[in-house]
């Protein structure tokens, strides 16, 4: 029962975390993840500071040992050459007094060579762990411009994905249906270029017609009877006649046909073409 639990957790966890993931805002995870890169490097550069700390005062120690070192090294030899003077002037007290001080520096000097040996180990390692500290914390920093660059191309990435997605739904929306209460793009195309065609066909059939015929010939005899009027008024004013253009003159004699054959043809009554057609016969 515990195993199956187990087994339930897991499976439950990765399946949100897939769907998180999936769900998730890109730059909102990026900007998350280079938080976390700089709080890393924040902790690293602490970490390192203490090491570098250490170092040093391991360093300020070496050298304050080192100079009781060299102090209580010229006090040795300050006693030893006391003695040497209380022994020759026969002084046994003093010179059992420097003698004493003189070993006692000694011993000193003694304990202070191996605190100074102990130290320039430790300030070695210390020396060594520093330079290490520092050499990550470079390493880190320049990971971490490594990846603020990144993070600026992948913004533009990210705005430019979004873009062409919006894009690719748009033109994937041109060739789909919309639904029955709203009409699609081809449909609309369809009807505006069969409305188009039947006006434009019947725009044909109307030039085409007899009324249309009829009309341009009474506008001919219109226009032929206006140049006569014009003629008479020269004469009577005794001007020259006028230069006539092109399209006048090809209107007139058309014209002047039309209204000969009316002229020619003589009206009949409808008993009189009934015999007209009986005597043919």
């Known amino acids: 029962m515990i195993k199956l639990m187990k087994r339930w957790w897991k499976y439950t966890s990765a399946r949100l975390t897939g769907e998180f993931n999936s769900n998730a805002d890109p730059k909102v995870q990026l900007d998350q993840a280079i938080q976390e890169a700089q709080d890393q490097h924040r902790r690293l550069k ?19 040992t080192m100079e009781d070192y060299e102090r209580v090294g010229g006090n040795a030899r300050q006693a030893v050459m006391m003695a040497d003077e209380a022994q020759r002037a026969g002084d046994a007290k003093k010179l059992g007094e420097y003698t004493s001080a003189a070993e006692q520096f000694a011993n000193r000097l003694v304990a202070l060579e191996r605190e100074v040996e102990d130290l320039k180990s430790l300030h070695l390692q210390a020396s060594q762990a520093s330079d290490q500290a520092k050499a990550a914390v470079n390493q880190n920093s320049a990971a971490l411009q490594k990846k603020l660059g990144e993070q600026k191309k992948l913004m533009s990435q990210i705005d430019q994905t979004k ?10 929306s041109l ?34 017609s007899v009324e249309t015929r009829m009309l341009e010939v009474e506008q001919a005899s219109l226009n032929v009877e206006a140049q006569a009027r014009l003629s008479e008024i020269r004469a009577q004013l005794g001007l020259g006649a006028a230069p006539e253009s092109a399209a006048p003159e090809s209107a007139a004699p058309a014209a ?22 009986e005597e043919g016969a």
């Open 256 to 277: 002047t046909e039309a209204v000969a054959s009316e002229a020619a043809v003589p009206e009949v009554a409808p008993g009189e073409t009934a015999t007209a057609t």
């Open 175 to 208: 060739s789909e249906t919309v639904g029955d209460d709203v009409p699609s793009f081809e449909e609309i195309r369809d009807k505006v270029e069969l409305r188009y065609a039947k006006a434009k066909g019947t725009a044909e059939l109307t030039g085409a």
């Open 46 to 64: 602490e970490q390192a500071a203490n090491v570098i700390a250490n170092q040093k005062q391991t360093e300020i120690r070496l050298n304050r």
């Open 163 to 172: 873009m062409q997605e919006q894009l690719n739904t748009a033109m994937a």
